[in-house]
């Protein structure tokens, strides 16, 4: 056993006995995320930003918006994709290069409970049918890291979407053209959120931070809508959740998803 590997036991077994007496090692309640700081509008020149800090993991979204090519077999609808990448500067783990498997999952969890949501009404996101479309771009860059990556990434990129304006085009000799004043916001129909949990020996806890996440056995993601329902999950790690297990987090999720999203409309009410 390597140095490391008995440090990471030690970390766990610490984390574990605190569990047992219903603690956690910064403090927080087993269902308790951490605090939450959105900022809006952090790069001037993007169609759509935001800074998001949970705990001391630290992500900022940029979004783009441009005319594009239609899916072939989506010319009725708009695109919508969305990237992570951690710099290097964000932990000492992290090195330059292409993205590793835990950075492709990161964005497509991401992708996907915005996605599966339909926070974008894609069907408004057409110039000329089979031609023509807006594509909405989210690529997020990760400057900070102390775990669960998922839902600060989630947060950050659906308050960069809550903050754009979308430009207008409409087509001209078969080009599709920028038509100047047209400015609008992007056609939201809900906010999802994302809450993320891990299971450390036989506990559940949310928004696990940088220690309990080297420390988990299997962990879940759930996205919620306004409405509260489930849209999108992703489980990972070796272990597994019992049936009854899922439908706690299924609880949980809807429950503290509902007070992460207050903190999403005020800050877009803010940046407004």
Same mark, same amino acid.
């Given at each position: 056993?390597?140095?490391? /590997?008995?440090i990471d036991e030690l970390k766990k077994s610490q984390i574990l006995e605190l569990l047992e007496q ?9 269902? @308790? ?5 959105? @900022? ?14 949970? =705990?001391?993991? +630290? *992500? ?26 951690? #710099? ?13 498997? $835990? ?18 009404? #894609? /069907?408004? #996101?057409?110039?000329a049918k089979n031609k023509s479309v807006v594509g909405v771009f989210a690529d997020n860059v990760v ?29 001209? $000799? ?11 916001? *992007? ?24 220690? +309990?996440?080297? /420390? ?11 409405? =509260? ?21 299924? +609880? ?16 877009? +009410?803010?940046?407004?």
């Open positions: 056993m390597t140095s490391t /590997s008995v219903g603690k956690r090692v910064d403090g927080r309640a087993l269902d @308790e995320p951490r605090k939450l700081m959105i @900022e809006i509008n952090a790069i001037p020149k993007a169609n759509g930003s935001a800074r998001v800090r949970l =705990g001391d993991s +630290e *992500v900022i979204c940029g979004v783009k918006i441009q005319p594009d090519r239609p899916f072939p077999d989506m010319g009725d609808k708009g695109i919508f994709i969305c990237t992570a990448e951690l #710099l290097p500067l964000s932990h000492p783990s992290v090195e330059t290069g292409p993205p590793g498997p $835990d950075v492709i999952e990161l964005a497509r969890v991401v992708d996907r409970g915005i996605r599966e949501s339909h926070m974008i009404d #894609l /069907s408004q #996101l057409v110039i400057v900070d890291y102390d775990g669960n990556l998922f839902d600060a990434c989630a947060y950050a990129t659906t308050a960069a979407i809550l903050s754009s304006k979308m430009p207008k085009w409409e087509m001209k $000799d078969d080009v599709p053209t920028l038509v100047e004043g047209g400015e609008s916001s *992007v056609p939201v129909t809900t906010i999802p959120v994302s809450v993320t949990m891990g299971k450390i020996g036989n506990y559940i806890i949310v928004d696990p931070n940088g220690d +309990e996440w080297d /420390s988990m056995d299997a962990r879940i993601t759930i996205t919620t809508d306004s409405n =509260g329902n489930i849209c999108a999950l992703q489980k990972g790690g070796i272990g597994g959740f019992t049936f009854d297990e899922v439908i706690k987090c299924g +609880e949980i999720s809807v429950k503290v998803g509902s007070k992460i999203r207050e903190k999403l409309k005020q800050a877009k +009410e803010g940046g407004q």
